[in-house]
């Protein structure tokens, strides 16, 4: 079986978690999804009342709170203190807030040690997230940068979300991009492709053969 590192970063609306999920568990794989990371602190961030711009005290919250994620691909375990926040990460108010905690260094650097200690116990893994390839694990086995037209991106989280009329679309499409520009443009650990990284465009795959295209770069990259 497969042995080693799968690192998928990409923009929102990729596709990237479902892919890497199915991944994982074509290749028998571990899977750490970095964003539930980042969105478990936000709900630290938000019970303990802060403004998530006040980058201080998201710092002091973050690094007083303890966040847990499972590393199975047919599980979602993410707790915060102890407490199932699950769901509650995927909501609408979390997912306003994330891009501002996520650019706090001290932020980061926690959930980056944390994440490198994750992976070190697993003998084949997957990690998503923006900065997985350039920044957590720089000598990862296969680094795939998942991109896909703004459209296409728009359309597919709205049908995840079971959103249907044109101004929910509209919406949508303006909150991807606001957190697209703010991930991308953040002084630490940006989102872009790393130098190595394989680029795959989803646009015109559907999610089996994004996910054939990612199995088949992992069978020759060892
Ligand atoms: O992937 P997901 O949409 O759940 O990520 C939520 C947010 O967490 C992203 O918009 C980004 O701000 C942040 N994030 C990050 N670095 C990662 C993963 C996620 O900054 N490795």
């Known amino acids: 079986g497969f042995r080693g590192q799968i690192t998928l970063d990409g923009p929102s609306g990729t596709g990237k978690s479902s892919v890497a999920r199915a991944v994982a568990t074509r290749l028998g794989a571990a899977y750490l999804d970095t964003g539930a990371m980042y969105r478990a602190a936000t709900v ?10 006040d980058a201080e005290a998201v710092a002091a919250v973050v690094a007083a709170a303890r966040i847990e994620v499972g590393t199975a691909a047919d599980t979602e375990l993410v707790q915060v203190d102890g407490v199932d926040v699950a769901v509650r990460i995927r909501g609408a108010e979390v997912t306003r807030a994330v891009s501002a905690v996520s650019a706090v260094p001290a932020v980061r650097r926690r959930l980056v040690d944390q994440q490198r200690a994750l992976v070190a116990a697993a003998d084949a893994v997957v990690v998503e997230g923006r900065d997985i390839g350039t920044v957590v694990l ?20 709205a049908a995840q979300l079971g959103l249907t009329t044109p101004e929910e679309v509209a919406a949508l499409a303006v909150d991807l991009r606001r957190r697209d520009e703010y991930d991308s443009s953040r002084a630490d650990s ?6 190595d990284a394989m680029i795959v465009d989803s646009t015109d795959l559907d999610r089996q053969g994004v996910v054939d295209r990612v199995v088949e770069l992992a069978q020759s990259a060892v």
Do not use: C, M, S
């Not at 000598?139 to 037209?149: H, I, P, Q």
């Open 138 to 157: 720089p000598d990862a086995t296969l680094k795939v940068y998942l991109t896909a037209a703004p459209e296409a991106r728009a359309e597919r989280r």
């Open 190 to 195: 940006p989102l872009r492709p790393a130098a």
């Open 44 to 53: 630290a961030v938000l019970d303990a009342g802060i403004d998530p711009e």
